[in-house]
Every structure is written in C-alpha cells, then in structure tokens.
C-alpha cells in the first residue's frame, strides 16, 4: 500500500524534526532568561529586549515544531526525545549563564544522548493511524472508551478533592493531574494533524469531518490550559528542576501508555524492540533526573588520593 | 555449517553462565568482609569463619565460570556484563553490610540492569573464532602482531618509565597498566578454552598444539601476576571504589578493543548493532560510576518544598 509506504518514510523525518524542535525548545527558558538579565543590567524592561524576544518566538517554534513530530512519528517516540531539550538547555545555560554543569550533569547529557539513540533504533518504524479514516475507526474501539473514563475518573478525584488538601504538600499531585492530562494533550495534537487537511479542503464539507475536528480541538484546548494551570500551581509550591523531573519521567509514560491504547503503536513492535523502548526510556529518565538534580550540591567527583589505609 | 549452528547456540548459554557468575563474583567481597566482622565479634580469626570461607570459595566458583562464559560468548559482551556484579555487590552490601544504599547508587544499580540487556540485545550472535584451526589462521595475521606489538610497547613505556614516577598520584597509570594487560588476559583464556581439549585429547599428540597451549598458558600467567600486582599497588594509593569504577570502564573498553582485533567479534554486526553495543556500554559505564560513587557523599535527592518564590 502507498499510504504504509509514505508513512515508513514520514517516521525519520518525524525523529528529525523532533530532535530539532526539542534543541528549539531547550533554548527558550535559557535565552530568556538572558534577555531579563540583559534588560535589569541596563535598567529597562525586557520587553525591549531582542534576547528575550528569541526566547520566546523560539518556544512558539518549538511548539509548531513538536506539532509537526507528532504528526509524522508515533508519540511514543517524539515524546522521550524531549529529553534532548533538557539536555540542550543545560549545555547552553552553562555556556550562556555559566551556570556551573556538575560531574552528575555531565553524566545526565551523556545519558539523554545515548538513551535516545537506543529509543530510535528501537521505535515503531510505522504509525498505525495515518489518515483520518483509520482514526474515526479507532475512536470507535470500547477499550478506548473506558480508558479515557478511566483518566478523566482519576483526574476529577485528583482536580477535586486530593489537590485542594495535598497540592502544595506532595509534589506528585500536580504531577500526576498534568502527566495524565498528555492522555489528551499528545492525542488530539496528532488527531487534529489527520484531520484538519480534509477539514479544510474545501469541495465537500463534510459535517462529520468538521465536529471531529472542532471536538479535538476543544479537547486540546481545554486540557493545555488545565495543563498549564497546574504546571504554574506546581511552580508555586517546588523547585522548578525537581518538578521538571519527575514531571518529564511522568508525562512520558502517560503519552506512551496513551498512545499504545488509541494509537496502537506498539503494535507492530516485537518483543526485543518493546524491550529496547523500555531500556531507552529508562536511561533517558535517569539522565533527565541527573541533569535537573540541583545543581548547588557539593559534591563534584574527582580520584583524589585517600589518605590513610583505605 | 555444524560448527555456526552449534556456535549460534552456544552464545545464550555463554550469557547465562556471564550473568550467574557475575553475581558470584559481587558477592565475593561482601561475604569475606562479613565473615571479618563476625570473626572480629567472636575474637577469632576468620579463616575458621564459614561465611569467610563462602566468600572465598564464590570468588573461585565466579572465575570458573567467567572462564567458560569466555568461552561461549564474545568477549564483546562478558566483560561490561561484569557490570552486574558491581550491581549485586552494592545491593547485597546494603542487605547483609547494611551499608546505605543512596538515591545515586539506586540509579546506577537501574543503568547497570538497564545496559546489560542492551548490550544482550545487540551483542554478536555468532563467535568468529570458535575451534583451534580458525585461531591458529588469526593468530598468523600481520595486524594483530602490529597490535600486540604496540600494546607491549605502550605497557613497557608506563611500567617502567611513568608508573615510578606518577604511579601513586595519577589514577590513570595504573588504571592504563591493568587494563592494557586485559589484552592478553581475556583473549588468552579464551584461546586456552579452544585449544585445551585437542591438547588433553590424547591419541594424535601434535606439538603444535601443545606449543600453543603452553604459550597461551604463560601468557594468561603472565598478565594475571602483572595485573594482580598493579591492582594491589592502586589500592595501596586511592580508594578502591574509584579504582573499581575508573578500573571497569578502562578495562571494557581494553578488552572489546582487543578482541575486536583478536577474534574479529564486531564483523557480523551491523551498524545499528554496534551503535546499540556502544550505547550499551556507555549506560553500564555510567552506572558502575554511581554505584561506586562515595557513599558518604551528603547528597540525597528527595523532592522537598521550596521556602521563598523559587
């Protein structure tokens, strides 16, 4: 079929352009963070400022960058190769900021590269929803059905009732409301990619193809900005690289989790590549959480001698 | 061909015989210093300790059985799976030892599982060399002796020019002097599992195959004394756990280097396998460096608030 064989070759433009767009978006916080330093040092606002300004038409770049990812390649694979981001806006914050890079960082980096690397070797090297047929037939499966009730259930009791007692007290509350918040962040992002080309052909307009495209973009919006929400309560009450942490390793399993229900991406994949995503997965968490430890810890290993009979 | 097919299946086994004895090999220390501290209780001396003597008797076990997983496996891939070994150490130190385990160690124990199924992955399936006739033609080839050649010469330049002199300041002489020495260790222990049957087989006594033997023999003696002797001095000047991390890294690395020459391992790999091999061994690389991290490091990472607008 020409529809698979365009989509085995949409996968490595797909890994492309998530690793470009991950580079992209590893930059914004660093470059504007830079423009206020810049802006306080001459004493206007930051505003003014063409640093600042980089900083954030590259965060909106990234963004449509991470849109285009998730539409040529399956989500289980564009979303850990946002640890490349992490791993970039550390490199440039010591080089830009001077931000000191521990030894523990240093190791980060080389575990996000190389974990990635495993990732990609391991991916799906097809995505089994290409067009918007197959999705309007995947959206129909009941097993669909009762996982999404299922995270919605989880996310009202979280939203509800637990956050208001134990938000700002325990780190993994917002955590937990904004990872599973992916469940439709991530999805509707790649449905409405499969979408909106028939939605705005024009020729035949086509009533049902129009509600699907209006209701996934409702859905996207609702859960960005709930997601976004939560994201500013969690900043409020942490420190930003311990909740980027934990919060990276959180997001991600939930999208793959996701992803492997509505999708099916996993699918196709045999027991030794499942296996190698798992491995890829895991080494690039524990580089994310080496490179977002915090960095003012004192320790910095190097051989010394010992002193005495040890 | 038989001998392909019968190779094919003995790689899985070799990585059987690769796992067990490298959590033989872990337990060795831990047991011998138990069985001092219990001895030291008692007011005795721990050679009349059964838990002294277990220690001792794994240790022997272990090379055993690394001297056959040499023997049925590319030593490409036995000598990073030591790896396991460091893992299983740490975790039996923190059960029978109750030495702490810190958040680092637990990530390092994850990297090393993590790695090792990495490298099992994309390990060579087939071993190049597999009977004394396909040794002795590697053996002839004019690389391998302009490979020696300038191993000997780097070895010869660092014990008896640099090791007086930076020796017990610099980590790296020793650590270079080992892992160097791994060149001929591995391979000739190798070497000695494919020619000692011929050799003891008794009916047709060719002289050649004995000559090869008894230099094989020598030569595995050789290194082990040398070996032995270096990593005693090491000791004698920095801590052992740096040693054991820098040690392991350094001497993977030596020995794949080696048996690539050697044995001609990575031929019948692809690119992607050998990418995966590389990968593989930076994650267990990694996290042998955590596991063997100072201990005492005041360092743990647990998610805490934050006091003011952080």
Known sequence: MTSELAETSSVPVGVGIAVVSSFINGSTFVLQKKGILRARKRGGSYLT???????????????????LA??????????PLGALGV???????????????TTLGKLGCVLCCVGSV???????????????????????????????????LILAVLITWVAPLHGSSNIMVYVSICSLL????????????????????GGSPNSGTHALFLGLLGT???????????????LESFSPSMFEA?????????????????????????????????CGLAVVSVGVFLLRMPQETPFDWKPTKVPENV
């Open 49 to 67: 400022d063409c640093v600042w300004w980089s900083g954030t038409v590259s965060m909106i770049v990234g963004q449509i960058g991470n849109f």
């Open 70 to 79: 998730y539409n040529a390649a399956p989500a289980a694979l564009v979303t």
């Open 87 to 101: 791993l970039f806006g550390a490199l440039l914050a010591s080089w830009v900021l001077q931000e000191r890079l």
């Open 118 to 152: 495993v990732l990609i070797i391991h991916a799906p090297k097809l995505d089994n929803v290409s067009s918007r047929a197959e999705l309007e037939t995947r959206l129909r499966d009941p097993l669909l059905f009762a996982y999404i009730f299922m995270v919605l």
């Open 182 to 201: 992916g469940t439709f962040t991530v999805p509707s992002s790649k449905g409405l990619g499969l979408v909106a080309p028939e939605a705005f052909a």
């Open 220 to 234: 996207l919006a609702v859960s960005v900005l709930l997601q976004f929400t939560f994201i500013n309560k969690a």
């Open 246 to 278: 934990i919060y990276y390793v959180a997001f991600t399993t939930s999208v793959i989790l996701a992803s492997a229900v509505i999708f099916k991406e996993w699918t196709a994949l045999g027991a030794v590549d499942c296996l190698g995503m798992l």
